[in-house]
């Protein structure tokens, strides 16, 4: 396994996994092992929050399609959302990706729940986020990855699953035949008796800015 500190500038190199089968959680957690892990943290303070929950995020490379795989501590994973493109974040837990094809003002968001509802949208750049029309004005209606989540027995950690065509993720291809992309995970943390919820990410960012492109990191697909 390859394991990533947050924080660390260099360019994140995906690697080929193999042995993942949508659905069965035990060989999607062993397969994916031999992929690059980031763990969540809460950057933008110099200690975590009390109630801060690690999480765990692994990439990798199957054919033509990137896989993400996380492990999330939760005291209570839940989320409100029953409908496609409802506005996740601010209903209840939720995994988040951000991903922007490298020399492309574009940028995707993808949003998974405990109870796998999704969120899918485009920005065509960082200055259309600003303009707050609102995330239906930028919402993807036909879907874009496939995703699976598991919640445990105990109801204290959940697991979701994605797996999302590297064409996505790349763009067109480069005339320099590079593969490489910035990337962020974020996460909210909705805990009983807090006001807000706990925030955190793998990107090293200074501030709970999860749009905040330039402190995203860098990761380049290998190739198979």
Same mark, same amino acid.
């Given at each position: /396994?390859?394991?990533?500190?947050?924080?660390?500038?260099?360019?994140?190199?995906?690697? #080929?996994?193999?042995?993942?089968?949508?659905?069965?959680?035990?060989?999607?957690?062993?397969?994916?092992?031999?992929?690059?892990?980031?763990?969540?943290?809460?950057?933008?303070?110099?200690?975590?929050?009390?109630?801060? %929950? #690690?999480?765990?995020?692994?990439?990798?490379?199957?054919?033509?399609?990137?896989?993400?795989?996380?492990?999330?501590?939760?005291? !209570? #994973?839940?989320?409100?959302?029953?409908?496609?493109?409802?506005?996740?974040?601010?209903?209840?837990?939720?995994?988040?990706?951000?991903?922007?094809?490298?020399?492309?003002?574009?940028?995707?968001?993808?949003?998974?729940?405990?109870?796998?509802? =999704?969120?899918?949208?485009?920005?065509?750049?960082?200055?259309?986020?600003?303009? %707050?029309?609102?995330?239906?004005?930028? !919402?993807?209606?036909?879907?874009?990855?496939?995703?699976?989540?598991?919640?445990?027995?105990?109801?204290?950690?959940?697991?979701?699953? /994605?797996?999302?065509?590297?064409?996505?993720?790349?763009?067109?291809?480069?005339?320099?035949?590079?593969? =490489?992309? %910035?990337?962020?995970?974020?996460?909210?943390?909705?805990?009983?008796?807090? %006001?807000?919820?706990?925030?955190?990410?793998?990107?090293?960012?200074?501030?709970?800015?999860?749009?905040?492109?330039?402190?995203?990191?860098?990761?380049?697909? !290998?190739?198979?």
């Amino acid at each position: /396994m390859c394991d990533v500190q947050t924080g660390v500038s260099a360019c994140v190199m995906i690697p #080929p996994v193999r042995g993942v089968v949508l659905g069965d959680w035990e060989a999607t957690a062993r397969a994916m092992e031999a992929g690059v892990r980031l763990d969540f943290t809460q950057p933008w303070f110099s200690h975590a929050e009390a109630d801060f %929950k #690690p999480g765990r995020v692994w990439l990798g490379v199957q054919g033509d399609d990137l896989l993400v795989y996380s492990v999330l501590d939760d005291d !209570a #994973p839940a989320n409100r959302a029953t409908q496609w493109n409802d506005p996740t974040w601010m209903t209840g837990d939720v995994l988040e990706l951000f991903f922007q094809a490298e020399g492309r003002p574009g940028y995707h968001e993808f949003h998974v729940t405990p109870e796998n509802c =999704r969120l899918q949208l485009f920005f065509p750049s960082r200055e259309s986020f600003r303009e %707050k029309r609102g995330h239906r004005h930028w !919402a993807i209606a036909e879907s874009r990855f496939e995703s699976a989540t598991r919640i445990n027995d105990a109801r204290n950690r959940w697991e979701a699953f /994605m797996r999302i065509k590297l064409a996505l993720v790349l763009d067109a291809p480069r005339d320099d035949g590079s593969r =490489r992309f %910035k990337f962020s995970f974020s996460r909210y943390d909705y805990q009983s008796g807090r %006001k807000r919820p706990v925030t955190s990410a793998t990107a090293a960012l200074s501030a709970p800015d999860f749009h905040n492109m330039d402190e995203w990191s860098w990761a380049e697909v !290998a190739r198979t």
